[in-house]
């Protein structure tokens, strides 16, 4: 085997395939079976921990000393707590209610690892959860407590976009289909640093939208208040108040109020629950938290209200150490419970983070929240001919180019995992696409998730660029990609990358060669209205005498960085203002590290790709703060995991997209287990 990753065999094979076949199909095909079942994602183990609750067979235990703090509150501030816990092993918790009584808690399954997933559990006394489904990314559910309902009877969902490092949005006519609006609506502001937490959004009593989030998460990480007016219906946010609590003089971190969530209440003001943890060690070194609340008229000044309403102390079941994201509903007879994620001694001496509540004790009249908005699912925005992946591996497929190489896309599959940071990564253990190669991932403006890579399966598609759709990363739709203007004889197009420009459209980056044999293989870019046909437009970096494989694009401040493979363990790299005129920079050797595709961060710019190990490949990520000098990450990725039948040998070409819910979608390729071993 030469030095070259298992990947560059499978890319010189491919450029002999190209070559050989010109982009037809080859003449056998296999049997088509049925597509894939979409499965739910992310998968629950095998043997998940219940969620725990504990109805309230006894009477309810005594208000403590820091919910009775002050003698003239109100009964809608005295918050007793639930017996039990309400989720095991859950955090960030949001509610919303139903108009028969049935809550909806929202939260952050970390049942399987500490990254979590975000799923939703139903519960009729407000107690005992069923079983948690996940959440499809952008919705649809039709309790969704994160949307708003503005003067105008639309709904609009706020999101902070890691790529553009502001504020999107996404409006709907029923609450339930939401498709993403153009441009954005809040540009932070400098005294946020660059940092945009826990948020809320509401309507005034003049019908402006109000936003309220965290702000400079490094130092005062305080609750700043943005404000669109009336006239603009919640599209255009400015700064209005950075210090609406008036807390910027309590030292920040963790002394300012946080986690800020929002209700109204029936006689047209709205309270805000906040949590602050205090001075001292973290938890669980020292247990701190407490969950304060305020009252507002006009959705602008905010008073204080006496006491706390929690604090980790209240909690006397269990020995809780920490009180974080609190979250209120209006129950149906009047009272108020509060859900909140605490930190737990466990009786071993370990912690464990679960979700659990106090109520008020006593209410007003309930107040019948809107009717259930109904909608069907969301359908791809798309009328082209689709096709049917193979359901099962062919191990008939790529017989003359598995005779001269050992692996090649023929052999490998595509597979799913997904983060909350871009970091760690849970697998789906959900196949995308069998007999198939280097992936490449986008997420449209209006919340399309769109996957680009090399098909191999059905004959139809042998060695042909495919589109995956989907608005849940569940269920997937599979397109044709097509390219005019190349010549007949010239190599059909492999190796996608597919950028957004400024004004909408699809480039599409992919590797080919000029007619002729001998010609080096090299990158050409083609555009498109609609990301599915694509008109070529020319050349975009070749090297005299070498073969330029693979490329890749981020986009870092105003220049594109261009990343390609064709020298063993080497990148090469090249950089344009406009995407189209390249200027080659020095090659970048990273520790055998191969660039597949990058993504912008919060705090800077991660690159996903693999280093060859022990004879085989492993996913790795490296980062960087300025796009300029690259770090490669200590520990893989992810690493092959034979366990579940689904992977072997390799792991590799990760392709990464940010979805509308803030979650990352990582696709990347594996061998397929048990395909057999060609030429050496």
Same mark, same amino acid.
């Given at each position: 085997?030469?030095?070259?990753?298992?990947?560059?065999?499978?890319?010189?094979?491919?450029?002999?395939?190209?070559?050989?076949?010109?982009?037809?199909?080859?003449?056998?095909?296999?049997?088509?079976?049925?597509?894939?079942?979409?499965?739910?994602?992310?998968?629950?183990?095998?043997?998940?921990?219940?969620?725990?609750?504990?109805?309230?067979?006894?009477?309810?235990?005594?208000?403590?000393?820091?919910?009775?703090?002050?003698?003239?509150?109100?009964?809608?501030?005295?918050?007793?707590?639930?017996?039990?816990?309400?989720?095991?092993?859950?955090?960030?918790?949001?509610?919303?209610?139903?108009?028969?009584?049935?809550?909806?808690?929202?939260?952050?399954?970390?049942?399987?690892?500490?990254?979590?997933?975000?799923?939703?559990?139903?519960?009729?006394?407000?107690?005992?959860?069923?079983?948690?489904?996940?959440?499809?990314?952008?919705?649809?559910?039709?309790?969704?407590?994160?949307?708003?309902?503005?003067?105008?009877?639309?709904?609009?969902?706020?999101?902070?976009?890691?790529?553009?490092?502001?504020?999107?949005?996404?409006?709907?006519?029923?609450?339930?289909?939401?498709?993403?609006?153009?441009?954005?609506?809040?540009?932070?502001?400098?005294?946020?640093?660059?940092?945009?937490?826990?948020?809320?959004?509401?309507?005034?009593?003049?019908?402006?939208?109000?936003?309220?989030?965290?702000?400079?998460?490094?130092?005062?990480?305080?609750?700043?208040?943005?404000?669109?007016?009336?006239?603009?219906?919640?599209?255009?946010?400015?700064?209005?108040?950075?210090?609406?609590?008036?807390?910027?003089?309590?030292?920040?971190?963790?002394?300012?109020?946080?986690?800020?969530?929002?209700?109204?209440?029936?006689?047209?003001?709205?309270?805000?629950?906040?949590?602050?943890?205090?001075?001292?060690?973290?938890?669980?070194?020292?247990?701190?938290?407490?969950?304060?609340?305020?009252?507002?008229?006009?959705?602008?000044?905010?008073?204080?209200?006496?006491?706390?309403?929690?604090?980790?102390? &209240?909690?006397?079941?269990?020995?809780?150490?920490?009180?974080?994201?609190?979250?209120?509903?209006?129950?149906?007879?009047?009272?108020?419970?509060?859900?909140?994620?605490?930190?737990?001694?466990?009786?071993?001496?370990?912690?464990?983070?679960?979700?659990?509540?106090?109520?008020?004790?006593?209410?007003?009249?309930?107040?019948?929240?809107?009717?259930?908005?109904?909608?069907?699912?969301?359908?791809?925005?798309?009328?082209?001919?689709?096709?049917?992946?193979?359901?099962?591996?062919?191990?008939?497929?790529?017989?003359?180019?598995?005779?001269?190489?050992?692996?090649?896309?023929?052999?490998?599959?595509?597979?799913?995992?997904?983060?909350?940071?871009?970091?760690?990564?849970?697998?789906?253990?959900?196949?995308?696409?069998?007999?198939?190669?280097?992936?490449?991932?986008?997420?449209?403006?209006?919340?399309?998730?769109?996957?680009?890579?090399?098909?191999?399966?059905?004959?139809?598609?042998?060695?042909?660029?495919?589109?995956?759709?989907?608005?849940?990363?569940?269920?997937?739709?599979?397109?044709?990609?097509?390219?005019?203007?190349?010549?007949?004889?010239?190599?059909?197009?492999? &190796?996608?990358?597919?950028?957004?420009?400024?004004?909408?459209?699809?480039?599409?980056?992919?590797?080919?060669?000029?007619?002729?044999?001998?010609?080096?293989?090299?990158?050409?870019?083609?555009?498109?209205?609609?990301?599915?046909?694509?008109?070529?437009?020319?050349?975009?970096?070749?090297?005299?005498?070498?073969?330029?494989?693979?490329?890749?694009?981020?986009?870092?401040?105003?220049?594109?960085?261009?990343?390609?493979?064709?020298?063993?363990?080497?990148?090469?790299?090249?950089?344009?203002?406009?995407?189209?005129?390249?200027?080659?920079?020095?090659?970048?050797?990273?520790?055998?590290?191969?660039?597949?595709?990058?993504?912008?961060?919060?705090?800077?710019?991660?690159?996903?790709?693999?280093?060859?190990?022990?004879?085989?490949?492993?996913?790795?990520?490296?980062?960087?703060?300025?796009?300029?000098?690259?770090?490669?990450?200590?520990?893989?990725?992810?690493?092959?995991?034979?366990?579940?039948?689904?992977?072997?040998?390799?792991?590799?070409?990760?392709?990464?997209?940010?979805?509308?819910?803030?979650?990352?979608?990582?696709?990347?390729?594996?061998?397929?287990?048990?395909?057999?071993?060609?030429?050496?």
């Amino acid at each position: 085997m030469s030095q070259k990753s298992l990947f560059y065999l499978f890319v010189i094979m491919l450029i002999g395939l190209i070559t050989a076949c010109g982009g037809q199909p080859a003449p056998a095909a296999p049997s088509l079976q049925p597509p894939p079942t979409a499965k739910p994602l992310p998968p629950t183990p095998a043997n998940p921990p219940p969620p725990t609750a504990v109805p309230p067979t006894e009477p309810a235990p005594t208000p403590t000393k820091s919910a009775l703090s002050s003698a003239d509150l109100y009964s809608d501030l005295v918050f007793v707590p639930d017996p039990g816990v309400r989720v095991r092993l859950a955090v960030e918790p949001n509610a919303a209610m139903a108009e028969d009584g049935t809550v909806y808690l929202f939260y952050n399954d970390k049942s399987e690892s500490d990254v979590g997933r975000r799923v939703v559990a139903a519960t009729a006394d407000g107690l005992t959860f069923g079983a948690p489904t996940p959440i499809p990314p952008g919705g649809p559910h039709p309790y969704d407590p994160w949307r708003v309902q503005l003067p105008d009877g639309s709904w609009r969902k706020y999101l902070f976009d890691m790529q553009s490092q502001a504020v999107i949005s996404f409006s709907s006519q029923d609450g339930v289909q939401f498709r993403q609006d153009e441009g954005i609506r809040y540009q932070l502001a400098a005294a946020d640093n660059g940092t945009f937490g826990v948020h809320d959004e509401y309507v005034d009593p003049a019908g402006g939208v109000v936003m309220l989030y965290i702000g400079d998460m490094g130092g005062v990480n305080n609750i700043r208040l943005a404000y669109s007016p009336a006239e603009d219906n919640g599209f255009n946010f400015i700064l209005e108040n950075t210090n609406p609590l008036n807390d910027a003089d309590k030292g920040g971190g963790s002394n300012s109020f946080v986690d800020p969530r929002t209700i109204a209440l029936p006689d047209g003001r709205r309270r805000l629950l906040v949590m602050s943890q205090g001075e001292g060690a973290a938890p669980p070194a020292r247990p701190q938290g407490a969950i304060f609340s305020f009252i507002t008229e006009d959705g602008h000044t905010f008073t204080q209200e006496p006491g706390a309403r929690l604090t980790f102390s &209240d909690f006397t079941e269990f020995e809780v150490v920490s009180l974080n994201d609190p979250a209120m509903v209006r129950l149906a007879d009047g009272r108020y419970r509060i859900y909140v994620a605490a930190l737990i001694k466990q009786e071993n001496g370990d912690y464990e983070w679960g979700i659990i509540s106090a109520a008020t004790q006593s209410g007003e009249t309930a107040v019948s929240p809107a009717p259930e908005p109904t909608a069907e699912p969301a359908a791809p925005l798309i009328t082209a001919e689709t096709f049917t992946p193979c359901a099962e591996p062919d191990f008939n497929v790529g017989q003359e180019m598995q005779a001269a190489s050992k692996y090649g896309p023929w052999a490998t599959r595509l597979m799913l995992a997904f983060s909350d940071n871009g970091r760690t990564f849970t697998r789906a253990n959900q196949i995308l696409f069998n007999h198939a190669d280097v992936p490449n991932a986008i997420t449209t403006p209006d919340g399309e998730i769109r996957v680009f890579f090399v098909a191999f399966c059905p004959a139809q598609m042998f060695n042909q660029l495919a589109v995956a759709v989907s608005r849940d990363a569940v269920s997937w739709t599979y397109y044709r990609a097509t390219v005019n203007g190349l010549e007949t004889r010239q190599p059909a197009p492999v &190796d996608p990358t597919v950028v957004m420009t400024e004004d909408g459209r699809y480039r599409l980056y992919f590797t080919s060669a000029p007619p002729g044999a001998g010609s080096a293989p090299r990158t050409y870019s083609a555009i498109s209205t609609d990301g599915l046909t694509f008109d070529l437009e020319g050349e975009r970096f070749a090297v005299e005498g070498q073969p330029v494989l693979d490329p890749n694009l981020l986009k870092i401040g105003d220049t594109w960085h261009y990343f390609a493979g064709g020298l063993p363990q080497t990148n090469y790299h090249a950089i344009s203002t406009d995407g189209l005129t390249f200027t080659r920079m020095d090659d970048i050797w990273l520790e055998n590290f191969m660039f597949a595709n990058g993504y912008p961060m919060p705090d800077g710019y991660r690159y996903y790709g693999f280093v060859q190990e022990l004879g085989a490949l492993t996913m790795y990520a490296a980062f960087s703060a300025d796009g300029e000098s690259w770090t490669l990450d200590a520990e893989p990725l992810l690493e092959v995991d034979e366990s579940s039948g689904l992977e072997s040998v390799a792991l590799k070409d990760p392709a990464i997209t940010q979805l509308p819910d803030g979650r990352y979608l990582l696709i990347y390729g594996t061998i397929i287990p048990g395909f057999p071993e060609g030429g050496q």
